[in-house]
């Protein structure tokens, strides 16, 4: 198959299109930036024109979007620019013929204060910050589009994905998993900013690769209202995260780091609730869960960024 990424040198997207292509699929990237660019990069939002040199494009799987710090610092930017990425990727589906599978990567914080007991796709969405908004009014654009236009769109509501970046340009390192493995590696300490009993889910950024090739080989089976949760088979607090990291540090790197709350620390209360994913298991998915292997790869990352020797029995 042959794949479009926007915002394909991201995060998530570096590690997708890695993945894609050693699977032996046919990967081009959209950008709206420089960072990571490869000969098959191209600039981003695309011209119907340079959509049709090309060639035959499959799938479009639309990453592209400011993160969550954007969206706390300059929230109005940040929708503008959310609801912009998402309707020039609608119009550019809707403008092939046929049109390509559409993939829209959102979030489980669309959810924001209705994250309670069991979270399935059909639970009303009640965004509470800037970001879940964001996504949630882009998750709209492609519900207008496929309606309207009839393009066969899926948004795939994704948890807390997490593993080794595929550059240091897009480590991520505020997120938690990024930022304890490059504690762990750079000092004796893991600090933790935020004091709470809420577990989170997790799932492992090959996991979430795995499951967007699988959604996008099946587009017949996608459900009617083209949403699906991707997670995982993590539901960590912070601090066991941080035991997890702890753990692994020791066995790879021969080195023990303690774990503390920052004196600033946060005091977070906790919300029960579970993630759902039978969607996802009851197409057939199967995960493979490998945290520990996602944490080794962070923290060799971080090693060569830093510094820090591997000890020989850590393979």
Partial sequence: MKFLLTG??????????????????????????????SPGCLPWPLSHEQLAAAGEIHTIVHLASPDQRSAGTDSIAFLKTSVDLAWSACEMTAGVRPSPALICLSTVHVYGANCEGLVTEEKRPEPTHPYGLGKRLAEEVVQLFRHRNGIPALCIRLSNAFGAPATPEIAQWHLLFNDLCRQAVTGDTLTLNTRSDQRRNFVTLADAARAIEFLALRPGEWAADGLIHVGGGLNLTNAEAAELIAQRTNTLLGKTVGIRYADSAVTQPARNFEFGTKRLADLSFHWENDADGEIDATLRFCVRQGGFPVAAAGG
Wanted: charged content about 25%.
């Fill in 8 to 37: 394909g040198s991201g995060y998530l997207g570096g590690r997708l299109a890695a993945h894609l292509r050693s699977r032996g699929h046919d990967v081009l990237i959209a950008s709206r930036s420089n960072r990571g660019k």
